[in-house]
């Protein structure tokens, strides 16, 4: 385990719109006010997208991710985290459950999902952080690290 300690800075209340597109929007938003590090919560309706529901073989590496389709409008309940790249740009990394019906789907939005109707999207930003999302050459994956 890697542990690095921080602070509550600012907290952003955003109403997102239909046809505004997760992580795509959040991401932008948070340039442009300057957030680099953060906690995410999303709740609100999607109405199309894809998302990664897993790898296809697990003890692969670098792993072939599996992707869906979301189809139809969607509930959606998701967490997540904001933190720049190698580059300096804000990252989002949110998993979210999408549930339609009977039918249940959950999985990373890295691919992106498109807003139905409305969603709330809070963004508390973390300070006193120096942590980025570094590639890792064995998964593929940009995992935190310290700068």
């Given at each position: 385990?890697k542990v690095?300690?921080?602070?509550?800075?600012?907290v952003?209340?955003?109403r997102l719109?239909?046809?505004d597109?997760?992580?795509?929007?959040?991401?932008?938003?948070?340039?442009?006010?300057?957030?680099a590090?953060?906690f995410?919560a999303?709740v609100?309706?999607v109405?199309?997208g894809?998302i990664?529901?897993?790898?296809?073989?697990?003890s692969?590496m670098p792993?072939?991710?599996?992707?869906t389709?979301?189809?139809?409008?969607?509930?959606?309940?998701?967490?997540?985290?904001?933190?720049?790249?190698?580059?300096g740009?804000p990252?989002l990394?949110m998993?979210?459950t999408?549930?339609r019906?009977?039918?249940?789907k959950?999985?990373?939005?890295?691919?992106g999902i498109?807003i139905w109707t409305i969603g709330?999207f809070v963004?508390?930003?973390?300070?006193g952080?120096?942590?980025?999302?570094?590639?890792?050459?064995?998964t593929?994956f940009?995992?935190?690290?310290?700068k």
């Amino acid at each position: 385990m890697k542990v690095a300690e921080g602070r509550i800075g600012r907290v952003f209340v955003l109403r997102l719109e239909d046809g505004d597109r997760l992580p795509d929007c959040v991401e932008a938003f948070a340039a442009s006010r300057g957030v680099a590090q953060g906690f995410c919560a999303f709740v609100g309706g999607v109405g199309s997208g894809r998302i990664v529901v897993g790898p296809e073989d697990a003890s692969a590496m670098p792993p072939v991710p599996v992707l869906t389709e979301l189809l139809g409008a969607h509930e959606a309940a998701a967490v997540g985290t904001l933190f720049p790249n190698e580059s300096g740009q804000p990252k989002l990394h949110m998993h979210a459950t999408f549930g339609r019906g009977d039918e249940v789907k959950t999985g990373c939005i890295r691919p992106g999902i498109d807003i139905w109707t409305i969603g709330e999207f809070v963004l508390i930003e973390l300070t006193g952080l120096d942590l980025v999302r570094k590639r890792d050459a064995a998964t593929g994956f940009e995992l935190l690290a310290p700068k």
